[in-house]
């Protein structure tokens, strides 16, 4: 049962325009969510993260936006850059179980 | 300071062999994570480690096992090699465990990685 869901595998962007990951959860009690981004033959490095207690949390270019009643948040990158070219994980963790559950990620490629 | 280290960083092995991973966490960290990622199924969580005890487990078999030592240094260890364990496996450190707290800021840092082919 894959609690986090990301339904995009892949995604392709123009340089300078705008990138959205997006993705879904099906537990309730999850209450913060975090972003990685992983280039290959590295481990994933965190980018963002936003507690269940705000809707929106941004840090330069990333803005992750959550919606707790779709139970959806999503990654906005603005604008894009080549160097974001990589696969993005999104991230989910319940208070009290003291470990995060993945998604599936989604490979984004930004074309120059 | 020096982040995450694991070795080795690529392993062969044949099925029915045996395999342990080691995990340096940052310096100061005391909870190590292990997961596994294969295609197509994300990051999956193995266990964590916090003060040498092994405080949580994902669903595994019991051929995945682990343990932490006193420097907060983590090894994990597969016993009986099948194919479908070719993989990445990945560990993370933090400086504690997760928080519970409302407005939760932790997170984990990640290793490079071991990818492990099983043939």
């Known amino acids: 049962d894959q609690q986090v869901k990301q339904n995009s595998p892949s995604l392709s962007v123009q340089e300078g325009r705008i990138s959205i990951l997006n993705c879904d959860y099906t537990n309730s009690m999850f209450d913060y969510f975090l972003w990685y981004k992983k280039y290959p033959a590295e481990g994933p490095t965190f980018l963002i993260s936003?507690?269940?207690?705000?809707d929106k949390n941004e840090d330069g270019r990333f803005t992750v936006f959550l919606n707790k009643s779709a139970k959806h948040l999503s990654l906005h990158i603005v604008p894009s850059q080549p160097g974001d070219s990589a696969v993005y994980f999104c991230a989910a963790s319940a208070r009290g179980t003291y470990k995060y559950i993945f998604g599936t990620g989604t490979r984004l490629k930004v074309l120059a | 300071k020096a982040g995450v280290t694991q070795t080795p960083r690529y392993l062969i092995k044949t099925r029915g062999q045996q395999v342990t991973l080691s995990c340096s966490p940052i310096?100061?960290?005391?909870?190590v994570s292990w997961y596994q990622q294969t295609p197509g199924q994300g990051l999956q969580f193995l266990f964590e480690?916090?003060?040498?005890?092994?405080?949580n487990k994902g669903n595994f078999p019991g051929r995945f096992s682990g343990r932490q030592f006193s420097n907060s240094r983590s090894e994990m260890n597969v016993s009986t090699l099948e194919l479908g364990d070719s993989a990445l496996y990945l560990c993370?450190?933090?400086?504690?465990?997760?928080?519970?707290?409302?407005?939760?800021?932790?997170?984990?840092?990640f290793g490079p990685g071991t990818r492990l082919t099983v043939l």
């Open positions: 936003i507690s269940s207690i705000k």
């Open positions: 310096s100061g960290h005391r909870s």
């Open positions: 993370a450190s933090s400086p504690h465990r997760l928080s519970s707290g409302r407005d939760r800021t932790d997170t984990q840092y």
């Open positions: 480690y916090f003060s040498e005890t092994q405080r």
